[in-house]
Protein backbone atom coordinates (compact mmCIF):
# COMPACT_ATOMS: atom_id res chain seq x y z
CA UNK A 1 0.00 0.00 0.00
CA UNK A 2 1.20 3.35 -0.87
CA UNK A 3 -0.88 6.56 0.11
CA UNK A 4 -0.37 10.49 0.40
CA UNK A 5 -1.80 10.56 3.77
CA UNK A 6 -1.15 7.88 6.98
CA UNK A 7 -3.92 5.20 5.99
CA UNK A 8 -5.97 2.41 8.13
CA UNK A 9 -4.75 -0.83 5.66
CA UNK A 10 -7.20 -3.03 8.13
CA UNK A 11 -9.54 -3.18 5.14
CA UNK A 12 -7.33 -5.20 2.59
CA UNK A 13 -5.23 -6.77 5.20
CA UNK A 14 -8.93 -8.21 6.28
CA UNK A 15 -9.01 -9.98 3.25
CA UNK A 16 -5.25 -10.68 2.71
CA UNK A 17 -4.83 -12.67 6.03
CA UNK A 18 -7.63 -15.05 4.91
CA UNK A 19 -4.98 -16.20 2.30
CA UNK A 20 -3.05 -17.61 4.70
CA UNK A 21 -4.67 -20.54 5.02
CA UNK A 22 -8.15 -20.39 4.67
CA UNK A 23 -8.83 -18.95 1.12
CA UNK A 24 -5.53 -19.80 -0.03
CA UNK A 25 -2.57 -21.59 0.36
CA UNK A 26 0.22 -19.14 1.67
CA UNK A 27 -0.09 -20.67 5.24
CA UNK A 28 3.85 -20.84 5.77
CA UNK A 29 3.80 -17.98 8.12
CA UNK A 30 3.14 -14.14 7.42
CA UNK A 31 4.38 -10.72 7.86
CA UNK A 32 3.53 -6.85 7.51
CA UNK A 33 5.69 -3.66 7.90
CA UNK A 34 4.09 -0.53 8.69
CA UNK A 35 6.17 3.17 8.11
CA UNK A 36 5.23 5.57 10.87
CA UNK A 37 7.49 8.34 10.30
CA UNK A 38 11.48 7.31 9.23
CA UNK A 39 10.51 3.89 11.73
CA UNK A 40 9.00 0.72 10.52
CA UNK A 41 7.27 -1.26 12.59
CA UNK A 42 6.69 -5.52 11.59
CA UNK A 43 5.12 -7.94 12.84
CA UNK A 44 5.98 -11.96 12.01
CA UNK A 45 4.31 -14.67 12.75
CA UNK A 46 5.06 -18.18 11.37
CA UNK A 47 2.21 -19.51 11.39
CA UNK A 48 -0.71 -18.76 8.84
CA UNK A 49 -2.26 -15.70 9.15
CA UNK A 50 -5.84 -17.10 8.73
CA UNK A 51 -5.43 -18.16 12.50
CA UNK A 52 -2.78 -15.95 13.77
CA UNK A 53 -3.72 -14.30 17.06
CA UNK A 54 -1.26 -11.35 15.86
CA UNK A 55 -3.29 -11.13 13.17
CA UNK A 56 -6.29 -11.24 14.98
CA UNK A 57 -5.01 -8.13 16.38
CA UNK A 58 -4.13 -6.55 13.52
CA UNK A 59 -7.83 -6.74 12.31
CA UNK A 60 -8.87 -4.53 15.41
CA UNK A 61 -5.50 -2.16 16.04
CA UNK A 62 -5.47 0.46 14.21
CA UNK A 63 -2.17 1.59 12.65
CA UNK A 64 -2.04 4.75 10.36
CA UNK A 65 0.81 4.43 7.71
CA UNK A 66 1.62 6.02 4.10
CA UNK A 67 3.52 2.88 3.14
CA UNK A 68 2.90 -0.64 4.18
CA UNK A 69 4.07 -4.37 2.92
CA UNK A 70 2.44 -7.73 3.75
CA UNK A 71 3.54 -10.86 2.80
CA UNK A 72 1.82 -14.37 2.73
CA UNK A 73 4.25 -17.07 2.70
CA UNK A 74 4.10 -20.38 0.71
CA UNK A 75 7.53 -21.66 1.13
CA UNK A 76 9.56 -23.21 -0.99
CA UNK A 77 13.28 -22.46 -0.39
CA UNK A 78 13.99 -22.42 2.89
CA UNK A 79 12.23 -24.46 5.92
CA UNK A 80 9.12 -22.74 7.97
CA UNK A 81 10.94 -20.48 10.81
CA UNK A 82 10.38 -16.74 11.96
CA UNK A 83 13.79 -16.08 10.28
CA UNK A 84 12.89 -17.22 7.13
CA UNK A 85 9.10 -15.15 7.36
CA UNK A 86 8.93 -11.67 4.90
CA UNK A 87 9.09 -8.92 4.96
CA UNK A 88 12.82 -8.73 5.77
CA UNK A 89 14.17 -5.36 6.91
CA UNK A 90 17.93 -3.97 6.92
CA UNK A 91 18.88 -0.40 7.81
CA UNK A 92 21.27 1.15 5.26
CA UNK A 93 22.16 5.12 5.20
CA UNK A 94 19.86 5.74 8.15
CA UNK A 95 16.67 4.21 6.50
CA UNK A 96 14.68 1.05 6.74
CA UNK A 97 14.57 -1.10 3.91
CA UNK A 98 11.57 -3.78 3.61
CA UNK A 99 11.74 -6.45 1.03
CA UNK A 100 8.96 -8.96 0.50
CA UNK A 101 9.19 -11.46 -2.89
CA UNK A 102 7.02 -14.44 -4.47
CA UNK A 103 9.08 -16.66 -6.58
CA UNK A 104 12.09 -18.91 -6.89
CA UNK A 105 15.70 -17.65 -8.38
CA UNK A 106 17.60 -20.28 -9.01
CA UNK A 107 21.37 -20.02 -8.28
CA UNK A 108 21.01 -16.52 -6.16
CA UNK A 109 22.75 -17.59 -3.85
CA UNK A 110 26.04 -18.00 -5.93
CA UNK A 111 25.84 -13.86 -6.22
CA UNK A 112 28.20 -12.35 -4.06
CA UNK A 113 27.26 -10.17 -0.71
CA UNK A 114 29.20 -7.46 0.88
CA UNK A 115 27.80 -6.09 4.14
CA UNK A 116 24.79 -7.81 4.37
CA UNK A 117 24.01 -11.41 5.15
CA UNK A 118 20.53 -13.51 5.17
CA UNK A 119 19.65 -14.62 8.43
CA UNK A 120 17.41 -17.62 6.87
CA UNK A 121 18.09 -19.48 4.60
CA UNK A 122 15.29 -18.31 1.96
CA UNK A 123 16.45 -17.19 -1.81
CA UNK A 124 14.62 -13.79 -1.48
CA UNK A 125 16.77 -12.80 1.75
CA UNK A 126 19.75 -13.31 -0.06
CA UNK A 127 18.79 -11.75 -3.30
CA UNK A 128 17.49 -8.46 -0.83
CA UNK A 129 21.25 -8.61 1.04
CA UNK A 130 22.54 -8.32 -2.77
CA UNK A 131 20.36 -5.78 -3.86
CA UNK A 132 21.31 -3.64 -1.11
CA UNK A 133 24.76 -4.34 -1.09
CA UNK A 134 24.88 -3.25 -5.24
CA UNK A 135 23.10 -0.15 -3.92
CA UNK A 136 26.01 0.83 -1.31
CA UNK A 137 28.28 0.02 -3.70
CA UNK A 138 26.59 2.53 -6.52
CA UNK A 139 25.92 5.36 -3.71
CA UNK A 140 27.73 6.90 -1.04
CA UNK A 141 24.61 8.04 0.33
CA UNK A 142 20.31 7.68 0.00
CA UNK A 143 20.39 8.86 -3.55
CA UNK A 144 16.87 10.48 -4.99
CA UNK A 145 14.42 8.60 -5.74
CA UNK A 146 14.45 8.88 -9.35
CA UNK A 147 18.15 8.03 -9.30
CA UNK A 148 17.06 5.10 -7.10
CA UNK A 149 14.29 3.69 -9.26
CA UNK A 150 17.16 3.60 -12.08
CA UNK A 151 19.43 1.42 -10.49
CA UNK A 152 16.84 -0.66 -8.74
CA UNK A 153 15.46 -1.47 -12.26
CA UNK A 154 18.90 -2.43 -13.35
CA UNK A 155 19.47 -4.93 -10.35
CA UNK A 156 15.66 -6.88 -10.43
CA UNK A 157 16.64 -6.43 -14.72
CA UNK A 158 19.37 -8.67 -13.52
CA UNK A 159 17.93 -10.90 -11.24
CA UNK A 160 14.70 -11.52 -13.13
CA UNK A 161 16.05 -14.00 -15.47
CA UNK A 162 16.86 -16.34 -12.08
CA UNK A 163 13.30 -17.32 -12.15
CA UNK A 164 10.35 -15.74 -10.58
CA UNK A 165 10.58 -11.85 -9.34
CA UNK A 166 7.85 -10.73 -7.75
CA UNK A 167 8.92 -8.03 -5.43
CA UNK A 168 7.89 -4.91 -3.12
CA UNK A 169 10.59 -2.70 -1.36
CA UNK A 170 10.48 0.05 0.12
CA UNK A 171 12.98 2.45 1.39
CA UNK A 172 10.27 4.37 3.10
CA UNK A 173 9.44 7.27 0.37
CA UNK A 174 8.42 4.87 -2.51
CA UNK A 175 6.92 1.91 -3.02
CA UNK A 176 8.87 0.02 -5.53
CA UNK A 177 7.44 -2.93 -7.71
CA UNK A 178 8.39 -5.40 -10.18
CA UNK A 179 7.28 -8.49 -11.36
CA UNK A 180 7.72 -11.07 -13.80
CA UNK A 181 4.46 -12.59 -13.41
CA UNK A 182 1.22 -10.23 -12.79
CA UNK A 183 0.92 -8.28 -9.85
CA UNK A 184 -2.28 -5.99 -10.16
CA UNK A 185 -2.99 -3.09 -8.52
CA UNK A 186 -5.87 -0.33 -8.12
CA UNK A 187 -5.64 3.68 -6.90
CA UNK A 188 -8.39 4.97 -4.87
CA UNK A 189 -9.05 8.53 -5.67
CA UNK A 190 -12.34 10.70 -5.18
CA UNK A 191 -14.85 10.33 -5.78
CA UNK A 192 -14.84 7.12 -3.72
CA UNK A 193 -17.34 4.39 -3.67
CA UNK A 194 -17.82 1.09 -1.73
CA UNK A 195 -16.18 -2.07 -2.14
CA UNK A 196 -16.30 -5.50 -0.72
CA UNK A 197 -13.61 -7.87 -0.05
CA UNK A 198 -13.40 -11.03 -2.24
CA UNK A 199 -11.78 -13.34 0.80
CA UNK A 200 -14.24 -12.76 3.23
CA UNK A 201 -17.49 -11.05 4.17
CA UNK A 202 -16.47 -7.43 4.37
CA UNK A 203 -17.44 -4.03 2.86
CA UNK A 204 -16.52 -0.52 2.71
CA UNK A 205 -17.44 2.94 1.80
CA UNK A 206 -14.83 4.76 1.41
CA UNK A 207 -15.98 8.18 0.89
CA UNK A 208 -16.69 7.61 4.99
CA UNK A 209 -13.25 7.31 5.69
CA UNK A 210 -11.27 9.18 3.82
CA UNK A 211 -10.95 13.20 2.55
CA UNK A 212 -11.48 14.62 -1.05
CA UNK A 213 -7.64 14.37 -1.16
CA UNK A 214 -6.59 11.59 -0.42
CA UNK A 215 -4.75 9.27 -2.49
CA UNK A 216 -4.26 5.44 -2.09
CA UNK A 217 -3.07 2.79 -4.19
CA UNK A 218 -2.94 -1.01 -2.79
CA UNK A 219 -0.35 -3.75 -5.11
CA UNK A 220 -1.58 -7.43 -4.35
CA UNK A 221 -0.97 -10.80 -6.09
CA UNK A 222 -4.47 -11.08 -6.99
CA UNK A 223 -7.24 -8.23 -6.58
CA UNK A 224 -8.33 -7.79 -2.96
CA UNK A 225 -12.22 -6.72 -3.61
CA UNK A 226 -15.08 -7.69 -6.03
CA UNK A 227 -16.56 -4.47 -7.35
CA UNK A 228 -13.75 -2.48 -8.35
CA UNK A 229 -11.24 -2.42 -11.31
CA UNK A 230 -7.74 -3.55 -10.57
CA UNK A 231 -5.13 -3.16 -13.11
CA UNK A 232 -2.17 -5.38 -14.04
CA UNK A 233 1.35 -4.38 -13.67
CA UNK A 234 3.59 -4.42 -16.42
CA UNK A 235 6.08 -7.44 -16.29
CA UNK A 236 9.93 -7.25 -16.45
CA UNK A 237 9.28 -3.29 -15.61
CA UNK A 238 9.97 -1.60 -12.29
CA UNK A 239 7.05 0.11 -11.07
CA UNK A 240 7.27 2.80 -8.47
CA UNK A 241 4.29 3.99 -6.18
CA UNK A 242 4.71 7.32 -4.26
CA UNK A 243 2.13 9.34 -2.06
CA UNK A 244 -0.94 7.24 -3.80
CA UNK A 245 -0.15 6.46 -7.16
CA UNK A 246 1.26 5.05 -9.60
CA UNK A 247 3.98 7.56 -11.32
CA UNK A 248 4.26 7.43 -14.70
CA UNK A 249 6.94 5.50 -16.25
CA UNK B 1 15.94 -12.97 30.13
CA UNK B 2 18.41 -15.94 29.05
CA UNK B 3 17.04 -19.14 29.22
CA UNK B 4 18.99 -23.08 28.20
CA UNK B 5 15.34 -23.88 27.02
CA UNK B 6 12.80 -21.84 25.51
CA UNK B 7 10.78 -19.93 28.24
CA UNK B 8 7.58 -17.71 28.12
CA UNK B 9 8.16 -14.55 29.66
CA UNK B 10 4.50 -13.50 30.30
CA UNK B 11 4.89 -13.67 33.62
CA UNK B 12 7.57 -11.40 33.79
CA UNK B 13 6.29 -8.95 31.28
CA UNK B 14 3.30 -8.37 33.14
CA UNK B 15 4.86 -6.82 35.84
CA UNK B 16 7.46 -4.72 33.42
CA UNK B 17 4.85 -3.17 31.45
CA UNK B 18 2.95 -1.86 34.26
CA UNK B 19 6.03 0.31 34.86
CA UNK B 20 5.49 2.12 31.51
CA UNK B 21 2.99 4.71 32.92
CA UNK B 22 1.15 2.91 35.86
CA UNK B 23 3.61 1.85 38.66
CA UNK B 24 6.70 3.55 37.07
CA UNK B 25 6.90 7.22 35.01
CA UNK B 26 8.72 5.20 31.35
CA UNK B 27 5.82 6.44 29.53
CA UNK B 28 7.43 7.06 26.49
CA UNK B 29 7.31 3.89 23.99
CA UNK B 30 8.30 0.70 24.43
CA UNK B 31 9.56 -2.31 22.76
CA UNK B 32 10.41 -6.07 23.33
CA UNK B 33 12.78 -8.42 21.02
CA UNK B 34 12.45 -12.34 21.58
CA UNK B 35 14.87 -14.17 19.89
CA UNK B 36 13.27 -17.56 18.21
CA UNK B 37 16.08 -19.82 16.14
CA UNK B 38 18.31 -17.39 14.35
CA UNK B 39 15.42 -14.84 13.61
CA UNK B 40 14.60 -12.27 16.50
CA UNK B 41 10.68 -11.15 16.12
CA UNK B 42 10.26 -7.48 18.01
CA UNK B 43 6.76 -5.43 18.78
CA UNK B 44 7.08 -1.83 19.41
CA UNK B 45 4.67 0.83 20.49
CA UNK B 46 5.33 4.30 20.62
CA UNK B 47 2.70 4.55 23.25
CA UNK B 48 2.75 3.44 27.29
CA UNK B 49 2.68 -0.05 27.50
CA UNK B 50 0.72 -0.12 30.99
CA UNK B 51 -2.21 0.71 28.52
CA UNK B 52 -0.86 -0.78 24.92
CA UNK B 53 -2.88 -3.20 22.63
CA UNK B 54 0.14 -4.63 21.96
CA UNK B 55 1.63 -5.13 25.28
CA UNK B 56 -2.38 -6.42 26.30
CA UNK B 57 -1.59 -8.77 23.07
CA UNK B 58 1.53 -10.10 24.79
CA UNK B 59 0.94 -10.72 28.31
CA UNK B 60 -1.82 -13.26 26.79
CA UNK B 61 0.29 -14.56 23.54
CA UNK B 62 2.54 -17.17 24.63
CA UNK B 63 5.78 -16.84 22.98
CA UNK B 64 8.70 -19.55 23.82
CA UNK B 65 12.27 -17.85 23.85
CA UNK B 66 15.82 -18.38 25.29
CA UNK B 67 16.69 -14.88 25.07
CA UNK B 68 14.21 -11.50 25.27
CA UNK B 69 15.37 -8.02 25.89
CA UNK B 70 12.38 -5.56 26.19
CA UNK B 71 12.71 -2.19 27.31
CA UNK B 72 10.46 0.69 28.53
CA UNK B 73 11.56 4.15 27.04
CA UNK B 74 11.48 7.53 29.37
CA UNK B 75 12.43 9.89 26.84
CA UNK B 76 15.58 12.41 27.36
CA UNK B 77 17.11 12.68 23.94
CA UNK B 78 15.20 12.15 20.99
CA UNK B 79 11.42 12.52 20.38
CA UNK B 80 8.86 10.02 21.30
CA UNK B 81 8.26 7.79 18.02
CA UNK B 82 8.47 4.93 16.86
CA UNK B 83 12.10 4.73 15.18
CA UNK B 84 13.39 6.03 18.89
CA UNK B 85 11.81 3.51 20.70
CA UNK B 86 13.93 0.75 22.13
CA UNK B 87 15.35 -2.03 20.94
CA UNK B 88 17.47 -1.39 18.52
CA UNK B 89 18.16 -3.96 15.95
CA UNK B 90 20.75 -4.34 13.25
CA UNK B 91 21.94 -7.64 11.04
CA UNK B 92 25.98 -7.85 11.24
CA UNK B 93 27.39 -11.74 10.10
CA UNK B 94 24.05 -13.08 9.09
CA UNK B 95 22.85 -12.76 13.20
CA UNK B 96 19.97 -10.16 14.22
CA UNK B 97 21.48 -8.09 17.02
CA UNK B 98 19.11 -6.51 19.72
CA UNK B 99 20.36 -2.89 21.96
CA UNK B 100 18.64 -1.68 24.55
CA UNK B 101 20.16 1.21 27.07
CA UNK B 102 18.93 3.16 29.98
CA UNK B 103 21.08 6.56 30.07
CA UNK B 104 22.58 9.45 28.37
CA UNK B 105 25.72 9.55 26.81
CA UNK B 106 27.11 12.80 26.63
CA UNK B 107 28.94 13.58 23.40
CA UNK B 108 28.01 10.03 21.44
CA UNK B 109 26.76 11.28 18.82
CA UNK B 110 30.39 12.60 17.57
CA UNK B 111 31.49 9.14 17.50
CA UNK B 112 32.29 8.03 14.01
CA UNK B 113 30.13 5.48 12.11
CA UNK B 114 30.63 3.49 8.95
CA UNK B 115 27.82 1.22 7.56
CA UNK B 116 25.34 1.15 10.18
CA UNK B 117 23.56 4.89 10.74
CA UNK B 118 20.60 5.56 13.22
CA UNK B 119 17.44 5.94 11.83
CA UNK B 120 16.31 7.57 15.02
CA UNK B 121 17.23 10.68 17.00
CA UNK B 122 18.58 9.23 20.04
CA UNK B 123 21.78 8.87 22.13
CA UNK B 124 21.64 5.29 22.26
CA UNK B 125 20.83 4.14 18.52
CA UNK B 126 24.19 6.15 17.59
CA UNK B 127 25.90 4.44 20.64
CA UNK B 128 24.63 0.87 18.71
CA UNK B 129 25.33 1.42 15.53
CA UNK B 130 29.10 2.69 16.92
CA UNK B 131 29.68 -0.39 18.94
CA UNK B 132 28.53 -2.48 15.83
CA UNK B 133 31.07 -0.92 13.57
CA UNK B 134 33.84 -0.99 15.93
CA UNK B 135 32.97 -5.40 15.72
CA UNK B 136 32.79 -5.13 11.69
CA UNK B 137 36.31 -3.29 11.92
CA UNK B 138 37.55 -5.66 14.19
CA UNK B 139 36.42 -9.25 13.22
CA UNK B 140 35.45 -10.13 9.78
CA UNK B 141 33.05 -12.87 10.61
CA UNK B 142 31.04 -14.09 14.05
CA UNK B 143 33.83 -14.47 16.77
CA UNK B 144 33.39 -16.81 19.55
CA UNK B 145 31.12 -15.72 22.37
CA UNK B 146 34.59 -15.49 24.71
CA UNK B 147 36.36 -12.71 21.66
CA UNK B 148 32.98 -11.11 21.74
CA UNK B 149 32.86 -10.87 25.61
CA UNK B 150 36.36 -9.72 25.50
CA UNK B 151 35.63 -7.15 22.64
CA UNK B 152 32.56 -5.23 23.91
CA UNK B 153 34.13 -5.00 27.34
CA UNK B 154 36.78 -2.96 25.76
CA UNK B 155 34.00 -0.65 23.41
CA UNK B 156 31.08 -0.20 26.56
CA UNK B 157 34.48 0.64 28.46
CA UNK B 158 35.21 3.42 25.96
CA UNK B 159 31.34 4.81 25.92
CA UNK B 160 30.59 4.56 29.80
CA UNK B 161 32.64 7.67 30.77
CA UNK B 162 30.24 9.52 28.45
CA UNK B 163 27.29 9.24 31.04
CA UNK B 164 25.16 6.11 32.22
CA UNK B 165 25.40 3.12 30.11
CA UNK B 166 22.87 0.60 30.90
CA UNK B 167 23.11 -1.49 28.36
CA UNK B 168 21.33 -5.25 27.30
CA UNK B 169 22.82 -6.55 23.90
CA UNK B 170 22.38 -10.07 21.98
CA UNK B 171 23.42 -11.61 19.07
CA UNK B 172 20.84 -14.64 19.61
CA UNK B 173 23.77 -16.96 21.59
CA UNK B 174 23.82 -14.88 24.96
CA UNK B 175 22.72 -11.95 26.78
CA UNK B 176 25.17 -9.31 27.27
CA UNK B 177 24.81 -6.47 30.31
CA UNK B 178 26.91 -3.86 31.03
CA UNK B 179 25.62 -0.98 33.58
CA UNK B 180 27.52 2.11 35.45
CA UNK B 181 23.50 2.05 37.53
CA UNK B 182 23.11 -0.61 38.97
CA UNK B 183 21.12 -3.38 37.37
CA UNK B 184 19.63 -6.40 39.20
CA UNK B 185 18.78 -9.99 38.31
CA UNK B 186 18.12 -13.18 39.34
CA UNK B 187 18.67 -16.86 38.39
CA UNK B 188 15.94 -19.24 38.82
CA UNK B 189 16.70 -22.99 38.53
CA UNK B 190 15.72 -26.02 40.52
CA UNK B 191 14.31 -26.91 43.29
CA UNK B 192 11.36 -23.53 41.90
CA UNK B 193 9.74 -21.88 44.15
CA UNK B 194 6.69 -19.37 44.05
CA UNK B 195 6.82 -15.23 43.14
CA UNK B 196 4.15 -12.57 42.83
CA UNK B 197 5.19 -9.68 40.97
CA UNK B 198 5.96 -6.28 42.94
CA UNK B 199 4.02 -4.21 40.06
CA UNK B 200 1.12 -6.11 39.38
CA UNK B 201 -0.78 -8.80 41.79
CA UNK B 202 -0.13 -11.65 40.11
CA UNK B 203 1.84 -14.93 41.55
CA UNK B 204 3.28 -18.37 39.90
CA UNK B 205 4.70 -21.20 41.16
CA UNK B 206 7.88 -21.94 39.44
CA UNK B 207 8.03 -25.32 39.61
CA UNK B 208 4.67 -26.43 37.66
CA UNK B 209 5.91 -24.73 34.54
CA UNK B 210 9.59 -25.73 34.50
CA UNK B 211 11.63 -29.33 34.42
CA UNK B 212 14.10 -29.82 36.48
CA UNK B 213 16.99 -28.97 33.81
CA UNK B 214 15.36 -25.25 33.59
CA UNK B 215 17.79 -22.58 34.24
CA UNK B 216 16.00 -18.76 33.86
CA UNK B 217 18.32 -15.65 34.62
CA UNK B 218 16.32 -12.75 34.27
CA UNK B 219 18.11 -8.64 34.46
CA UNK B 220 16.07 -5.35 35.13
CA UNK B 221 16.64 -2.13 36.02
CA UNK B 222 14.23 -2.98 39.55
CA UNK B 223 13.76 -6.31 41.01
CA UNK B 224 10.30 -7.34 39.49
CA UNK B 225 8.96 -9.61 42.25
CA UNK B 226 8.87 -9.24 45.78
CA UNK B 227 9.92 -12.57 47.43
CA UNK B 228 13.21 -13.87 45.52
CA UNK B 229 16.60 -12.16 46.49
CA UNK B 230 17.92 -10.07 43.47
CA UNK B 231 21.57 -9.74 43.38
CA UNK B 232 23.35 -6.67 41.92
CA UNK B 233 25.40 -6.73 39.00
CA UNK B 234 28.67 -5.40 39.13
CA UNK B 235 29.33 -1.72 37.84
CA UNK B 236 31.72 -0.87 34.82
CA UNK B 237 31.84 -4.24 33.86
CA UNK B 238 30.16 -6.38 31.32
CA UNK B 239 28.53 -9.46 32.52
CA UNK B 240 27.08 -12.46 29.74
CA UNK B 241 24.68 -14.47 30.78
CA UNK B 242 24.31 -17.94 28.52
CA UNK B 243 21.66 -20.69 28.77
CA UNK B 244 19.98 -18.63 31.85
CA UNK B 245 23.21 -18.47 34.04
CA UNK B 246 26.05 -15.38 34.78
CA UNK B 247 29.05 -16.40 33.39
CA UNK B 248 31.70 -16.40 35.73
CA UNK B 249 33.81 -13.34 35.00
Known sequence: MSANVPTDV???????????????????GWGISFYEGRGARA????RPSADSE????????????????????RANRGR?????????????????????????????????????H???????????????????????TLPSPRALEI?????????????????????????????????HYIERRAPFGR????????QVDFSQVTTPNDRVAVVASAPLTRDESWLVLPLGRLSVFADGALAPG
Not at 63 to 68: A, F, G, L, P, R
Request: one cysteine or more; proline letters at 5%; aromatic letters at 10%.
Open 54 to 73: IARLLRNYEVQSKIVIAHMR
Open 195 to 202: AALIDEDL
Open 80 to 116: VSLENTHPFTRELWGRAWTFAHNGQLKGVKKLPLGAF
Open 151 to 183: ELAKLFGELAPLGVLNVLLSEGRCLYAYCTKPL
Open 43 to 46: FHDP
Open 118 to 140: PIGGTDSEHAFCWTLERLRARFT
Open 10 to 28: RFSFAGLARRGGATGPHRD
